[in-house]
């Protein structure tokens, strides 16, 4: 993880906390000659993520692959207590029949 400004100067700045429902998108906008921008939609908040500046540099791709493994953590967590509650679930209907 890379602390301080990135080679171009630019930092990142907001923090934002998305709790999501059941009204989600997510979309990667991707452009021919510009970089591409993740929009996260939940109900009537939109989360976009892009490039800070004209350019994609090293930063940028960095960052997509941290988020892609943070994702998969999110994913794998997720699945994990989902199916521990579906197991209970279907324990609780095998007891009872």
């Known amino acids: 993880m890379t602390t301080g400004p990135g080679l171009d100067g630019l930092r990142s700045s907001t923090h934002l906390g998305l709790h999501v429902g059941a009204d989600w998108s997510a979309r990667c906008h991707s452009y021919p000659d510009s970089a ?3 929009a996260v939609t ?13 350019a994609v540099t090293s930063d940028q791709v960095d960052f997509a692959y941290a988020l892609l493994a943070a994702v998969n953590d999110y994913l794998i967590e997720c699945e994990r207590l989902r199916f521990a509650m579906l197991e209970t679930v279907e324990s609780a209907e095998y007891r009872a029949a």
Not at 42 to 53: D, K, Q
Request: hydrophobic share 45%; proline share 6%; no cysteine.
């Open 36 to 38: 591409p921008i993740l």
């Open 42 to 54: 939940l109900g009537r908040t939109t989360l976009s993520v892009s490039a800070a500046g004209s």
